[in-house]
């Protein structure tokens, strides 16, 4: 399952990433953290330990004497091997010149594989990263991937695990933990899971072991004291939101099932304000645009809320039809913002229309799906161009230019109910889709008739385009997972196995006068 996804923009990504290294310091820093889990851990053994003697002591076990059962065997085969423990040392000798030692065989002049690695883990400018949360097996990381535009080519470069579930991800380029004091933006994504901690890790070090910076409680007692009740210094529960504040760098902005909204500074690793405006789960929080302390929230209490955090009693409130799914703000209209909810409908509000801190009703009403609407984002450049996608398994994208929305076309991008849909930030046409199927999906829309007719200006529709395929990600050589699946099978040995990947239509493809039907009645217009 991907349940989210995060682009990092072009340039930003270290061109030769750094391999994670044990230093002193970071020793000293790991073991911190161990230390916090030792008593726990500790704990848990205590009581295997206890399990394993009354396994043994049940008296229909007494006659095998489990206690002795591989001393025997252990005993002759320690005898044998320490005799030929350096049996297959060459020798001790000292040598004066590097190439007679039989241990070097790296020589001179010959390639060094160390720069023959550094080579294939090279990022290059022209690529962006597409960060991918993903869940198989019930083992969680986050796949750093990197997309080759030239070639369409998306392939994971490395990936790291996590202790949780993934709910969100968020890209930044603000410097914490061990590279804090470094020059320059660096290149880090915050990860909130179920966990009630965010970790945050660079993504210009692979091999990590552990986050640069982890925001939350690490005592686990104390934790447990404190669960799913509200606490202001840190989070009781899954972390359900991240925002960061892109005008003031170093705050980040996190929703949780505590329903609390917290704010924190990256400098001090601390929690700096606290907001429990909410009576139930706060799915969403996203900082405004262009007016930094400025922030919107969004719960499973029915209720979108906009406040500037410096000012926290002075709220706005929306109601809706059901839970919020999610929340945007119109980066071409600040003043509004759109709110997705889990009866399937999207609707624009005008954040100035308030009376009495009650927001005024919806200027329209978007039925965008049958399902919950679970993922939702703005062309960054074109006005009016929104895309919904739902666990009905559609993506739609939408034109609500003049506050009158139609829908251009709806597909199946054959991942599944999705949870996530992210705009590129350098190829705006592109969108990366990905959902419970596991697999993620990178759909070039500039070449899709019916979205080039519909935002396109005369030129771009007058001039004749064949639709690319979509672009998943590579499979390993290795990966035998086809080889139970006898039409993969078949299809390899005929030379099809490699076939472009093709997006299923869905129903309202089938048939055009259903789709102007749906267009109809999409569209539940308020008077503003």
Known sequence: MISALAWVRKGAAAEKPTTYEMTEEEYTRIQGIAALEIEDAKKELKAKSQLDQDILNDPALKDFDLDKYDDSDHDSDQEQGSAHVFSNIKGLSYYKEGEEDPYITFKDGEDDPEEDEADEVRIFGSDNL??????EDDISNVEVCVFEGESDNLFVHHDFMLPAFPLALEWLDYRVGRKAQEPGGGSYVAVATFEPRIEIWDLDTMDGMYPDLVLGCMDKKQLRKSRGKPHAEF??????????????????????????????????????????????????????????????????????????????????????????????????SPSHFFVATEAGTVRYFDIRNVTSGQG???????????????????????????????????????DVREHKPSMVISRNLDVGSVFAARFCPDEPMLMAVGGSNGESRIWDMSTNADIRSTFGDASIRSMPVVEKPLVGLQKDDDDDEDDDNPDAVIAEMHGDAMQPLEAKPSDDDDDEEDEEDEEDAAMASDSE
């Not at 597409?130 to 869940?135: D, E, G, I, N």
């Not at 505590?258 to 500074?265: G, H, I, P, S, Y």
């Not at 429990?276 to 405004?288: E, L, P, Y």
């Not at 929230?297 to 002075?314: C, H, I, L, M, N």
């Open 360 to 398: 005024s009703a919806p200027i329209y009403t978007l039925v965008a799906h049958d399902e919950a609407v679970s993922a939702m984002d703005q062309h960054p450049t074109v006005a009016g161009l929104l895309v919904t996608g739902s666990a009905d398994e559609t993506v739609k994208v939408w």
């Open 130 to 135: 597409l960060l991918v949360a993903k869940t």
């Open 235 to 332: 989070h009781t529960d899954a972390v359900m939101s991240l925002s960061w504040n892109k005008n003031v760098r170093n705050l980040l902005a996190s929703s949780s099932a505590d329903t609390t909204v917290k704010l924190w500074d990256l400098n001090t690793a601390k929690c700096v304000q606290s907001y429990d405006h909410h009576k139930d789960k706060v799915q969403a929080v996203q900082w405004h645009p262009t007016e930094a302390s400025v922030m919107l929230t969004g719960g499973y209490d029915k209720r979108v809320a906009a406040f500037d955090s410096r000012a926290p009693a002075a709220i706005s409130w929306w109601t809706m039809d059901a839970d919020v799914e999610s929340i945007l703000w119109d980066v071409h």
